[in-house]
């Protein structure tokens, strides 16, 4: 499907524009360490990433992607895990290779550039600061920015409203089938990434408008 030249694009974090299991992984082993269990390690938590740090605890303590922990188990390991990842976000965490040339072509050739994630503001912000692209985005929108977040399509739209720009001029670029379906819902266009998290499925299986292996290629496409 050809791509239709957007006004705004918004950007997912987690999986997209930054690799940022190292420092979950980190700090999902310390967690699980406290709690006297074994670690992980950083390829079990990988497949585990993508729907938000309450969720990737609750997957950590069943050793499973799918299921629920023991409620008490769960709230005695979450507060550990925020304030390991409070300390330790952004230490390990690096930009994908071709993230900074794509977010240069994106902003010299005049698109509005936003980033939206399911992430926690109190963890966003300090990893875009640490990774020094904070400034690049003139939105920024968390997972608690709003009463609802991905897959509902309610941060985009709010983010398509705030420019006042119509749903058919904005596009998505994501990782995930919760970025598709989002997109999908909010009558966004959407490109994926090949590489990002999608629990271990191609994401050419959730049929998006475009699949990319670097933020290299959109110069081609946009």
């Not at 069943?62 to 299921?67: A, P, Y």
């Amino acid at each position: 499907m050809a791509i239709k030249k957007p006004k705004l694009i918004m950007i997912d974090l987690d999986g997209t524009l930054v690799d940022s299991v190292p420092d979950l992984a980190f700090c999902v082993d310390s967690m699980m360490e406290q709690l006297g269990r074994a670690p992980w390690g950083e390829t079990r938590v990988r497949d585990w990433v993508g729907n938000g740090v309450e969720r990737l605890v609750r997957r950590a303590l069943i050793g499973q992607l799918d299921g629920e922990p023991e409620e008490a188990d769960f709230e005695r390991a979450y507060p550990l895990f925020v304030e390991l990842y409070d300390h330790h976000n952004g230490e390990r965490s690096r930009l994908y290779p071709g993230v900074e040339e794509g977010l240069d072509h994106m902003q010299s050739a005049g698109y509005i550039i936003g980033c939206i994630t399911n992430k926690a503001a109190q963890f966003t912000l300090p990893l875009l600061k640490a990774l020094q692209i904070h400034d690049r985005f003139a939105i920024i929108i968390s997972g608690d920015t709003l009463p609802r977040k991905k897959p509902d399509p309610m941060p985009l739209l709010h983010a398509a409203e705030h420019f006042g720009t119509p749903a058919e001029a904005c596009l998505m670029l994501g990782d995930s089938v919760s970025d598709v379906k989002a997109a999908r819902a909010a009558g966004f266009q959407i490109i994926c990434v090949s590489y990002g998290y999608n629990h271990g499925n191609d994401i050419r299986d959730a049929e998006p408008d475009a699949v990319i292996d670097s933020f290299v290629e959109l110069q081609g496409i946009l």
